[in-house]
């Protein structure tokens, strides 16, 4: 049985633009796992039923059924031992987890009232009155709403990164000489945002810039070669 | 030679109100090392000389002299590698990078903004001028305009904290099930604020201050029995 990994997808199958799922595109080419990607649509939840929920990435690994970005991290380091470590350790996966939830907290929730609003241009057809009319209720506003003033308010997110751009004075990665799945959490939000936004959130002189560069590079290209926006 | 911490106090010599050395206090106790903690104030340079710069933490073990608290920590566990792991390895280390720099621009940026005007009080008079002064020339203004409305900015900063609040969910110590380097370099800031000021900058419900407990007790109440303002 082949590996399978349910990713996100709008209405051109190719663009693939969940922060979560790229989390696992990028932890699976760093323990060097092939995969194949099933596009899949918020719509198609009747798809992935078979993992006892309905949110993607769904990872299939033989007879194993994962859901959920940190488990199945969590998973691939238990289940792939030999591999190159995605954590380096158990307090490294502990650390991790504080990792990932400030890219939640502050880089994706962040990104989100910068690009929201370019993502429905970007959505398969059947999937655009859920997209909107979820994130409205989420945010208690119109989508346009939520990103008004972005060219702004933009300072202040980059000021939030602040931590990140401190670490990379004194090293490449989040995870040291090499990126960990630390920096794949945190990279996830910014792939997601080129894949369905021009809007620079980034200055290109920051060294989170550069950082975002060399994942874009990293694995032979993967995150570059995929549909989005330079810039 | 005694192994020695020149370590920032206020009027009362046991008064220990600087985050950097209560790192290092909390470092040299999970490391399991006895330690003389010498009371440094602002204007004593001259004591500390012999460190070539003018900030404490400045650790004297033996022949070896150190100073600043991320040097001091990664000497510690590179010269205790038998004693219990201040990082849990290269990665670990890395990561824990990340949380310093989050608790500096986070943490302790965000408490000074809520509690540098009740250090004064504190200082024994020869640093009264200079804290007062510098303080004034970073912040650009008066130490008391600083705080105000402090009551109604405190939200912000729980908000800020939600990255640990929601690690602390799954896991007791942001090192994971013990507590490290990561959760000492955090605390700092809280012990800080806490030898210096009564005002509650967290709410007694949230799993933060359960967090902060945990700490203030850790090492036989090392934190705890130190001078300060329980609440």
Request: negative net charge.
């Given at each position: 049985m082949a590996r399978m990994l349910y990713d996100l997808a709008g209405a051109e199958p190719e663009r693939r633009f969940s922060p979560y799922c790229w989390r696992i595109r990028l932890a699976l080419a760093h323990k060097g796992l092939d995969v194949e990607t099933v596009p899949w649509r918020f719509a198609e939840k009747a798809a992935i039923a078979f993992s006892g929920q309905g949110l993607v990435p769904v990872l299939v690994d033989g007879e194993t059924v994962v859901s959920d970005s940190w488990r199945i991290a969590?998973?691939?380091?238990?289940?792939?031992p030999d591999r190159p470590s995605l954590f380096g350790g158990p307090a490294g996966m502990a650390l991790t987890?504080?990792?990932a939830n400030w890219a939640d907290a502050v880089?994706?929730?962040?990104?989100?009232?910068?690009i929201v609003s370019d993502i429905p241009a970007h959505l398969d057809p059947g999937d655009l009155d859920y997209f909107v009319s979820s994130r409205e209720k989420r945010f208690g506003m119109k989508l346009?709403?939520?990103?008004?003033?972005?060219?702004?308010?933009v300072a202040e997110f980059r000021q939030a990164l602040h931590p990140l751009r401190m670490t990379l004075r004194t090293q490449p990665y989040i995870g040291g000489e090499a990126p960990d799945y630390a920096d794949y959490a945190v990279f996830g939000g910014f792939q997601w945002a080129r894949c369905v936004s021009r809007f620079p959130v980034l200055e290109a002189d920051d060294p989170v810039a550069a950082w975002r560069g060399r994942l874009l590079d990293a694995f032979g290209g993967l995150a570059r070669r995929a549909p989005?926006?330079?810039?």
């Open positions: 969590t998973y691939l380091e238990e289940a792939y987890r504080f990792v880089v994706n929730a962040g990104l989100a009232r910068l346009d709403a939520v990103t008004a003033g972005r060219e702004e308010r989005g926006y330079d810039g």
